[in-house]
């Protein structure tokens, strides 16, 4: 059964970082791209980042590009993402998502873990 | 970036009836067009991927169409564990987009 579990969500305050971590199981992580997505209290959902199976391929939102940073170790099974320069408009939950496919390149998602809440405030 | 647009953003239906979505895409995306379905306070689940594709353990009510850059979501007879919000995202080009959601209520 694939699990994932997200961690190092917190209250932060404005202008500072977090790491969030995703721990993956239950399938050959390495073989998989995966993804970031947060969502705002009561709004939609919001495509983040992701990285390709072997971090060979990464991409951001115009709304996180230069602040986050997302990586994966394949030897650990777990993906990240480094947060910096944390506002207001970055309160969320995120999840880290699963690609469907084997081939490597991030494409939909098939599997989501519970997610983590991040909340920034003074 | 690519614009998904959704329509309408909610809707009342009843068991029983027959419900449509509609996605539209600000530009060209291919076949590459998935739905989600999100109930509150979980994480979103994939119903259908490639325009059409039936996500394995999806009830088969649920389908999905293509015309142009206009996609479609359709619940042939909308159940009572199908009240949530469903959401379109294209992975045609980067950054990957999601549509604003449309959240289906019991009238």
């Known amino acids: 059964e694939v699990q994932l579990v997200e961690s190092g969500g917190g209250l932060v305050h404005p202008g500072g970082s977090l790491r969030l971590s995703c721990a993956a199981s239950?399938?050959?992580?390495?073989?998989?791209?995966m993804t970031w997505v947060r969502q705002a209290p009561g709004k939609g959902l919001e495509w983040v980042a992701a990285i390709s199976n072997r971090g060979q391929s990464i991409n951001y939102a115009d709304a996180v590009k230069g602040r986050f940073t997302i990586s994966r170790d394949n030897s650990q099974n777990t993906v990240y993402l480094q947060m910096n320069s944390l506002g207001a408009a970055d309160s969320a939950r995120y999840y880290c998502?699963?690609?469907?496919?084997?081939?490597?390149?991030?494409?939909?998602?098939?599997?989501w873990g519970q997610g983590t809440l991040v909340i920034v405030s003074s | 970036a690519i614009q998904l647009t959704q329509s309408p953003p909610s809707l009342s239906a009843s068991v029983g009836d027959r419900v449509t979505i509609t996605c539209r895409a600000s530009q060209g995306i291919n076949s590459a067009l998935a739905w989600y379905q999100q109930e509150p306070g979980k994480p979103p689940k994939l119903l259908i991927y490639d325009v059409s594709n039936l996500e394995r353990g999806v009830p088969s009510r649920f389908s999905g169409s293509r015309s142009g850059t206009d996609f479609t979501l359709t619940i042939s007879s909308l159940q009572p564990e199908d009240f949530a919000t469903y959401y379109c995202q294209q992975h045609n080009s980067y950054p990957f987009t999601f549509g604003p959601g449309t959240r289906v209520d019991i009238k």
């Open positions: 239950g399938f050959t992580f390495s073989s998989y791209a």
């Open positions: 998502a699963k690609d469907r496919a084997t081939g490597g390149y991030p494409t939909r998602q098939d599997s």
